[in-house]
């Protein structure tokens, strides 16, 4: 049945926790979408355009180099919602990496395995125009502003793959485990270890160089208080990375990061990824200190029924 136009007033866009295309995408079980770039309303251009004006000062402070060239290299428009193709179009030829537009939530292994297929699961819905400043759903200017440019980066690139290749070792490991009670306490641990060790590096790491401590991690990078907060608040600890902290250490995500790690260089990153599955595969990732981040049914059940072609 045809539904009359909504008109320019009751458009309701492509706005987060409030976009009906999104709700139907969810409702028909379709994880991955096309980008109904029409669907944006003008109120929805105008969040970016205030996000990306005054992110920008603040990228050209605190951000890592390899991200400011990221971001030369996108072109993206400063005043207009970007489009996935366009994006595609600049990165594909300088990583193999892609943006894909998806409805919401992936489960864990899904979503790592993605970037082990140089895919980025994005986000196409975009904050409200009025609440510019926080928000616990991740939202289009955190993953095409905060995170695909540092996608443009060749070592880094090559550390998100090498970290997307960790899902697979452990769900391998985990199919190999007996006892159910002991596979799911393995399984929950590994996720966890992961989980965090993302967390601390890909959302919230910090680079040392040249002209001192910059911000190479997304969620820094998409947060307007946060990334200034993260170099210059004296009371932010900020520690060299180590894994065995990474992986054992709790967070929140609804308050500014009071603990961060700081990597030498992405050659380091990639070396920690190493790490990572060496140390899985010694099963030292079995039983990682309690807490946050949890882990849900999905998550687990996307590494049990994991496809490992
Ligand atoms: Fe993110």
């Known amino acids: 049945m045809n539904r ?5 007033a009751t458009q309701p866009g492509l706005t ?16 991955y979408i096309t980008q109904p770039y029409e669907l944006y309303s003008e109120e929805n251009h105008q969040a970016w355009q205030k996000l ?3 992110m920008l000062p603040r990228w050209q402070r605190y951000a890592n180099p390899h991200f400011l060239e990221g971001i030369g290299s996108l072109c993206l428009d400063p005043n207009r919602v970007p489009r996935l ?16 537009a ?13 970037l082990r297929n140089r895919q980025f699961p994005t986000t196409i819905t975009i904050r409200r125009s009025d609440q510019l400043d926080y928000l616990p759903e991740p939202d289009i200017f955190h993953d095409i502003a905060g995170h695909v440019p540092m996608h443009t980066d060749k070592l880094f690139a090559e550390a998100l793959v090498r970290f997307g290749e960790c ?36 959302e919230f790491g910090l ?16 947060s307007y208080g946060e990334i200034a907060h993260a170099i210059e608040a004296p009371e932010v600890q900020r520690f060299p990375i180590q894994l065995e902290w990474a ?7 609804d308050h500014y990061q009071p603990l961060l790690f700081i990597v030498d260089s992405f050659d380091h990153l990639f070396g920690l990824v190493d790490q990572l599955e060496a140390w899985m595969k010694a099963g030292k990732l079995n039983n990682v200190a309690p807490g946050e981040p949890g882990v849900n049914e999905e998550d687990l059940k996307s590494f049990l029924h994991a496809e490992l072609g």
């Open 85 to 100: 193709e366009d994006v595609n179009r600049f990165l594909r030829p300088l990583t193999g990496f892609e943006a894909k």
């Open 207 to 222: 680079m040392r160089g040249a002209d001192g401590l910059k911000v190479y991690g997304s969620g820094l990078l998409s």
């Open 167 to 202: 899902a697979h070792t452990a769900a391998e490991l985990v199919s190999g485990i007996r006892g159910r009670e002991t596979q799911m306490h393995c399984l929950t641990s590994i996720i966890k270890a992961m989980a965090r060790f993302f967390w601390f590096t890909i």
């Open 247 to 253: 992986i054992n250490q709790a967070f929140k995500i």
């Open 4 to 8: 009359p136009a909504a008109s320019i």
């Open 52 to 54: 990306y004006q005054r």
């Open 16 to 31: 987060t926790t409030e976009a009906p295309f999104i709700e139907q995408a969810q409702r028909d079980g379709q994880l």
């Open 102 to 114: 998806v409805s919401g939530y992936i489960p864990a292994f899904l979503f790592f395995d993605s």
